[in-house]
């Protein structure tokens, strides 16, 4: 059918610039994150764009599930400001022929959204978790940064090195404050060093050309002893990173085999949520159809804003499921479907009373109304004279 193919064809148009639109948003965002986190220290310059592309991959669903929805927003939206929604009703499409086409073109976004939430996501967030925790399992050597202040591995040393040469190892300007478990406090200045490695393993700050002052606490409060040193060359042994156990992976970068082994409330919950947005996709699309009339009296952008409320709400109705699921609250098998099932009824509700037939006395008494309110009560005295 002509209307069909044209209908899909300008929200495949629409759903590939929105799509764009809304990716780039996201890197953005997941750009200005990383680089934060990368300033403050608590992330690897080097890791910024592997973290940035996993973070919107990890996002690919939520993506997918609004490029669909806002696509046919747009398109119909349009149609009915164009009048052309009231010429292709008066050719007989009825509210059947507009939602199929809009399933042809929902469904690949469904696929892609299932496919992001079962095997993208879980994929993404546990390479990320790897990285940050590789990120935090570094030693000294590898946790100096040209002008910031970091911290050991251990806790209680902190250092700032200015301008190191990773190539060379040179140090420029050394400043060192660590805290031992008594208590006392050693403060170390020195005006350059260079790092090395024995023939142990170990890392060795060796440094020259400077100060150190040792701050120890006796047993009277009030009192503090201080000593001072000054030296040519110094080694400051770096602290080597205790090995970790390895970490249990999330539940939200478990696989679905995962999931199933271990079929916990947690697990439970995330497979409702991994389930639920590929359905969501879908009937929010076939939502927006209802939605996209355009009413001049209420201004064209009261569709759209009445349309977002309730895509944030149904997206945040199903995140309070999968918590109540997870803890206990409501069961698996009653959680997971009454959204859905609520977002069908509404949908129904909202397409008959937006494209039912007006025929029958009630429909005849509004065209008498909307006729006499046109007319105005000058000219209907005039017609009963």
């Known amino acids: 059918m002509i209307f069909h193919k044209s209908l899909v064809r300008e929200l ?28 403050a220290g608590k992330a690897d310059e080097a890791l910024l764009l592997p973290l940035i592309a996993l973070s919107s991959l990890s996002s690919l669903g939520l993506i997918a599930c609004l490029t669909a929805v806002t696509s046919v927003l747009l398109v119909f939206s349009r149609m009915w400001r164009s009048s052309e929604m009231v010429i ?31 095997a993208i996501t879980p994929w993404t967030r546990d390479q990320t978790d790897k990285l940050r925790e590789g990120f935090e399992a570094r030693g000294d050597a590898q946790r100096l940064a040209p002008g910031q202040f970091g911290e050991s591995s251990s806790g209680r040393r902190v250092f700032f090195v200015e301008n190191p040469d990773p190539g060379s190892g040179e140090l420029g300007l050394v400043f060192v404050l660590q805290r031992e478990a008594d208590g006392a406090e050693m403060v170390l200045m020195a005006s350059g060093g260079r790092l090395e490695v024995d023939s142990d393993g170990l890392s060795w700050a060796k440094v020259r050309d400077g100060m150190r002052v040792d701050l120890n606490s006796p047993q009277s409060p009030n009192a503090l002893e201080v000593g001072r040193m000054s030296f040519e060359s110094y080694a400051l042994r770096l602290d080597i990173p205790p090995p970790r156990p390895a970490l249990d992976a999330s539940v939200r970068a478990r696989s679905v085999d995962g999931l199933w082994a271990d079929w916990g409330p947690q697990a439970q919950g995330e497979m409702a949520s991994r389930i639920g947005l590929p359905l969501l996709t879908c009937l929010l699309a076939l939502l927006a159809i209802p939605l ?44 997971w479907w009454p959204l859905h099932a609520a977002l069908i009824v509404v949908i129904t509700l909202l397409l008959w009373w937006r494209y039912r037939p007006r025929r029958g006395p009630f429909a005849r008494l509004s065209a008498v109304l909307a006729g006499f309110s046109s007319s105005g009560p000058q000219n209907a005295q005039g017609q009963g004279r």
């Not at 009825?94 to 496919?115: E, I, Q």
């Open 12 to 39: 495949r148009s629409t759903a590939g610039i929105v799509f764009a639109t809304i990716l780039a948003i996201v890197i953005t965002s997941a750009l200005i994150r990383q680089l934060g986190r990368a300033a």
């Open 88 to 118: 292709w009703q008066s050719s007989g499409v009825s509210a059947l022929g507009l939602m199929t086409p809009v399933v042809r073109f929902a469904l690949p976004w469904v696929l892609l959204t299932a496919a992001s939430t079962l």
């Open 292 to 335: 996209s009339f355009v009413n001049p009296r209420l201004g064209r952008s009261f569709h759209m804003a009445s349309a977002f409320f309730i895509t944030m709400a149904a997206l945040n109705l199903l995140t309070v499921s999968q918590a109540w699921i997870a803890q206990q609250k409501v069961d698996f098998t009653w959680g």
